[in-house]
């Protein structure tokens, strides 16, 4: 039954290996400016709402009926 097995096409030839290029430098000046200003952006955008908000979700918390002391009998 060999004349039903297909005939296997023969390999195509690889292409030479080419070296690769230089990798970029990561100790110049202009990367340390830009990871400066960037740190500097995200420290500014750093505070969000939280600075904002002076009260509690409750309201204001200097009203003396909600503060109680715990005594041992657990009341």
Do not use: C, H, N, W
């Not at 096409?9 to 430098?25: C, F, H, N, Y």
């Not at 709402?49 to 003396?64: V, W």
């Amino acid at each position: 039954m060999g004349f039903m097995k297909p005939s296997i096409p023969a390999m195509p030839a690889i292409p030479p290996v080419q070296p690769l290029p230089e990798p970029p430098k990561y100790d110049d000046a202009d990367r340390a400016a830009e990871t400066a200003a960037k740190r500097a952006k995200l420290r500014s955008q750093r505070t969000g709402r939280s600075s904002t908000i002076l009260t509690g979700a409750d309201g204001l918390q200097d009203d003396d009926s909600k503060i109680t002391k715990k005594t041992l009998l657990g009341g």
